[in-house]
């Protein structure tokens, strides 16, 4: 069936394959594909929050700035 949706070909290992038909029974999920997108979307907001938690050290440990001085 014809889709708009681009496809990305993946090869997976037996230990793998296995640990995701068993998520898929888990979650009751309706297909592999959506439990892999469902994981894909679970991991790339883990690393988002990684990413802005690595640049907010970093700018708590560039200056002190007093809460006073935040609100002029």
């Known amino acids: 069936m014809p889709t708009v949706k681009k ?3 993946l ?3 037996d230990s ?3 640990e995701l038909e068993e998520l898929q029974r888990l979650r009751n ?3 592999l594909s959506s439990i892999v997108l469902e994981l894909t ?3 790339l907001e ?3 929050d990684l990413y802005f938690a690595k640049i907010a050290e970093e ?3 560039e200056k002190e700035v007093s809460h006073k001085g935040i609100w002029k």
Do not use: H, T
């Open 11 to 13: 090869s997976v290992d």
């Open 16 to 18: 793998l394959y296995s």
């Open 7 to 9: 496809r990305i070909n």
């Open 46 to 48: 883990l690393q988002e």
């Open 29 to 31: 999920a309706p297909s």
């Open 59 to 61: 700018r708590i440990s």
């Open 41 to 43: 979307r679970e991991a």
